[in-house]
């Protein structure tokens, strides 16, 4: 009778973790996707943040997922990128095997902390067991760097989180590091199972240095993201021969155009029919906007705007767009009532 009320303690111990995993989980009722994508040679980009600085709930901060060579690689952490990344059955800890950073602006790092700490917690949306790596560009100089000091920072500002997880649910203490890859130029930053990620300066503005954007190559594939850049000969540079070219945008209407207060501002980003000009120097197979800011206009406009300096394939990116590069770039869209992508 013993081995009998063992066997049933088991099950019940069993079968509660898998009550705790269900409840754990995003969606109760779909599976969760597995951690890893699987290895091919396509590759898959789902946009998890289109939006900038403006707390938006249909566009989170810009964050952009890489699944490539059996890898998922994060382009920066904007606000909700754990949520997105929940959304997607992905873990924020686990499932994701390096973090770039384009440049030190807030809607670029808000999701950072929440991504680092909710990474490390117990459960399927976190249980990193390493340290979180974290690329960011240095202005190389001997100072720290921003993704140096963010590391530095984060330990610090939440010291008694670590310190009361790691004695209160035994964390290991891997997990709560970071990582820090900083890097200085234009130069392959990251190269790993037939992956390799360039970095590449871009031209945000005299007071926003450094800032980059990356180009991600995976055999006869290849993506590249803009970072936030004015017009830049060297994104074009960069960029030229890529399948898809994400790139930021910032449209406003004529009349908002004449405040001087939006002027800088404006000046540090890429109008609608600037961007045009890239694509059709880059000839993409497909471009698509993300951190898209619209002031006194819409999507629609956004297009046809873009539309007068560039006839090619074209998407205004929608959080959780996903695109997958293969001798094709196909677009699908998110369908939030069904919490899926078409079949
Ligand atoms: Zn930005
Ligand atoms: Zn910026």
């Not at 202005?139 to 997880?165: M, N, Q």
């Not at 800011?293 to 959780?320: F, H, I, K, N």
Request: glycine share 10%; charged share 20%.
């Amino acid at each position: 009778m013993a081995g009998n009320d063992g066997t049933t303690t088991r099950r019940c111990i069993l079968a509660g973790i898998a009550a705790l995993l269900a409840v754990l989980s995003p969606d109760c009722d779909t599976a969760r996707a597995e951690d890893k994508p699987p290895i091919s040679k396509d590759i898959v980009v789902t946009l998890l943040g289109t939006g900038a600085p403006m707390p938006s709930p249909t566009r989170f901060g810009p964050a952009t997922l890489v699944q490539v060579g059996g890898l998922n690689l994060l382009f920066d952490a904007g606000r909700g990128v754990t949520v997105r990344l929940f959304q997607l059955g992905l873990s924020s800890g686990k499932g994701i095997d390096a973090v770039f950073l384009t440049h030190y602006h807030s809607d670029h790092v808000a999701g950072l902390p929440d991504l680092w700490m909710t990474g490390y917690i117990f459960g399927p949306f976190g249980s990193r067991a390493k340290a979180m790596r974290l690329w960011g560009p240095s202005d190389g100089t001997t100072a720290p760097s921003g993704v140096a000091k963010i590391a530095k920072g984060l330990a610090e500002a939440f010291s008694d989180d670590v310190l009361i997880r790691q004695a209160d649910e035994q964390i290991p203490a891997a997990a709560t590091q970071i990582e820090v890859h900083d890097f200085h130029g234009d130069r392959v930053v990251f190269d790993e199972a037939g992956v390799r990620v360039t970095a590449f300066a871009v031209d945000h503005g005299d007071l926003i240095k450094p800032s980059v954007g990356y180009r991600i190559d995976y055999g006869a594939r290849s993506v590249t993201i803009s970072g936030d850049t004015k017009f830049d000969e060297n994104l074009i540079r960069h960029a030229t021969g890529t399948d898809l070219l994400i790139h930021e945008v910032f449209a406003m209407s004529e009349q908002l155009a004449k405040l001087p207060q939006l002027r800088p501002v404006a000046a540090h980003h890429t109008s609608p029919e600037e961007a045009g000009m890239v694509f059709s120097r880059v000839k993409p197979k497909l471009a698509a906007y993300s951190h898209i800011v619209l002031l006194g206009t819409e999507v629609r406009e956004l297009l046809s705007r873009t539309q007068s300096t560039y006839q090619g394939p074209l998407e205004a990116g929608e959080d959780l767009m996903r695109f997958t590069i293969g001798d094709r770039v196909v677009a699908t869209r998110w369908q939030p009532e069904l919490r899926k992508y078409p079949d």
